[in-house]
């Protein structure tokens, strides 16, 4: 993944620009999708996959995952289905009918037979990255779709990507179409209440970014807190899962110690052999911040706390997509004292909030029956 904006601005105006002159005269294969990630095999490019695959789409068109990871899935893919690095994903990109994205993109201009597909990987609550919006220009031509999640998000998702109405179609996340399946076999032990922690990134020297200062692995509680906020936990019979986002570095907090309080890096969580979203559909409460992955919480009407150390500085800097005193239909968490009564809460059913929750679920997501991937096969034009 190339994070240097100017560079990225050169290749779009060079290499690729010839590439997309290219792109025109290479024939289309009406069977071949080409499934691209940078960030690795996982979010909707995965479940979309999943869904391919358990519905024998594999039998009838050859499909291409240009993921970075690859390696781990080349020996053992189906069959007609190839693993490949990123950057031979653009020889894939010339020859597929069917492209989809969901962590970045080829900047190639379609053809008008080509159906190209950006997915993303959240609805927006939060601003928008600068290392996005100043390599977005004209971004139409990249594009046959871009997806909202609603009507409401279209306008949102046009300034975001810089496309022009017509390149936004209404699907929501391919990922939580298994909150509707049977739910995963999970070993998580027995426990009163199972609640998910989600905190977003605040700096990340790989993206270049820095939304705002990061003290802490979580707020509220120093590091040297965590094993007796374990303890904590413990005595009220609740288990707590800190799944840390991938660019969040913990390697100098031993972490692997305690019973009730299970903190995971992105690259633990990947080697526990748990799927995040069938993983959430069993827990009975989420914590977040100014994460989107709330707006899909909201689809399983469970409890949602939101933690506030820094919104005003997270303001200032990355800023928000949305009014965020209207889009947070949860417990608004300030303090530890705070956290401990959400988690009293969860641990009695005390819910306060659930009309909130689905005022809001209305307005962000206009599909609830668990069919995105459907409806994502459709858009391109997959039979």
Same mark, same amino acid.
């Given at each position: 993944?190339?994070?240097?904006?100017?560079?990225?601005?050169?290749?779009?105006?060079?290499?690729?620009?010839?590439?997309?002159?290219?792109?025109?005269?290479?024939?289309?294969?009406?069977?071949?999708?080409?499934?691209?990630?940078?960030?690795?095999?996982?979010?909707?490019?995965?479940?979309?996959?999943?869904?391919?695959?358990?519905?024998?789409?594999? $039998?009838?068109? $050859?499909?291409?995952? #240009?993921?970075?990871?690859?390696?781990?899935?080349? +020996?053992?893919? =189906?069959?007609?289905?190839?693993?490949?690095? =990123?950057?031979?994903?653009? &020889?894939?990109?010339?020859?597929?009918?069917?492209?989809?994205?969901?962590?970045?993109?080829?900047?190639?201009?379609?053809?008008?037979?080509?159906?190209?597909?950006?997915?993303?990987?959240?609805?927006?609550?939060?601003?928008?990255?600068?290392?996005?919006?100043?390599?977005?220009?004209? #971004?139409?031509?990249?594009?046959?779709?871009?997806?909202?999640?609603?009507?409401?998000?279209?306008?949102?998702?046009?300034?975001?990507?810089?496309?022009?109405?017509?390149?936004?179609?209404?699907?929501?996340?391919?990922?939580?179409?298994?909150?509707?399946?049977?739910? #995963?076999?999970?070993?998580?032990?027995?426990?009163?209440?199972?609640?998910?922690?989600?905190?977003? &990134?605040?700096?990340?020297?790989?993206?270049?970014?820095?939304?705002?200062?990061?003290?802490? @692995?979580?707020?509220?509680?120093?590091?040297?807190?965590?094993?007796?906020?374990?303890?904590?936990?413990?005595?009220?019979?609740?288990?707590?899962?800190?799944?840390?986002? =991938?660019?969040?570095?913990?390697?100098?907090?031993?972490?692997?110690?305690?019973?009730?309080?299970?903190?995971?890096?992105?690259?633990?969580?990947?080697?526990?052999?748990?799927?995040?979203?069938?993983?959430?559909?069993?827990?009975?409460?989420?914590?977040? +911040?100014?994460?989107?992955? &709330?707006?899909?919480?909201?689809?399983?009407?469970?409890?949602?706390?939101?933690?506030?150390?820094?919104?005003?500085?997270?303001?200032?800097?990355?800023?928000?997509?949305?009014?965020?005193?209207? &889009?947070?239909?949860?417990?608004?968490?300030?303090?530890?004292?705070?956290?401990?009564?959400?988690?009293?809460?969860?641990?009695?059913?005390?819910?306060?909030?659930?009309?909130?929750?689905?005022?809001?679920?209305?307005? #962000?997501?206009? @599909?609830?029956?668990?069919?995105?991937?459907?409806?994502?096969?459709?858009?391109?034009?997959?039979?």
């Amino acid at each position: 993944m190339i994070k240097n904006v100017v560079l990225k601005k050169v290749l779009i105006g060079t290499v690729f620009k010839a590439v997309s002159v290219l792109n025109k005269s290479v024939p289309k294969k009406d069977n071949q999708i080409l499934l691209y990630s940078d960030l690795g095999f996982r979010d909707n490019i995965k479940y979309l996959y999943e869904y391919l695959i358990e519905n024998k789409y594999n $039998e009838r068109y $050859e499909i291409v995952c #240009a993921v970075k990871g690859y390696e781990d899935f080349e +020996d053992t893919a =189906p069959h007609n289905v190839s693993f490949v690095r =990123p950057s031979k994903g653009i &020889f894939a990109y010339l020859r597929s009918m069917h492209v989809f994205y969901c962590f970045g993109k080829l900047p190639i201009h379609t053809t008008k037979q080509q159906k190209v597909i950006q997915m993303w990987h959240g609805t927006s609550f939060k601003g928008f990255a600068t290392n996005q919006t100043q390599t977005s220009a004209n #971004a139409s031509s990249f594009y046959t779709y871009v997806y909202a999640s609603s009507p409401y998000f279209k306008p949102i998702v046009e300034r975001k990507f810089n496309v022009t109405p017509e390149h936004v179609a209404i699907c929501g996340h391919p990922r939580t179409d298994v909150f509707y399946q049977p739910k #995963a076999n999970y070993d998580l032990g027995q426990y009163k209440k199972i609640i998910m922690w989600m905190p977003t &990134f605040r700096q990340s020297k790989r993206l270049g970014q820095n939304d705002t200062s990061q003290q802490t @692995i979580l707020p509220f509680l120093q590091d040297d807190e965590l094993g007796e906020f374990d303890s904590y936990l413990k005595q009220q019979g609740v288990k707590m899962i800190v799944k840390l986002h =991938p660019m969040q570095d913990v390697s100098k907090v031993k972490h692997n110690q305690w019973q009730n309080l299970m903190l995971m890096t992105n690259e633990e969580f990947e080697n526990s052999g748990m799927d995040l979203y069938r993983l959430l559909n069993l827990t009975d409460a989420l914590i977040t +911040d100014y994460s989107s992955v &709330f707006y899909d919480y909201l689809l399983l009407n469970r409890q949602i706390g939101f933690t506030e150390s820094d919104v005003a500085e997270y303001k200032e800097h990355r800023g928000f997509a949305v009014d965020p005193e209207k &889009f947070r239909p949860g417990m608004r968490i300030r303090t530890r004292k705070d956290l401990e009564q959400f988690i009293q809460n969860v641990i009695s059913d005390n819910d306060a909030y659930e009309s909130q929750r689905l005022q809001i679920n209305s307005v #962000a997501n206009q @599909i609830q029956n668990g069919t995105n991937c459907e409806v994502s096969l459709k858009l391109s034009g997959i039979s």
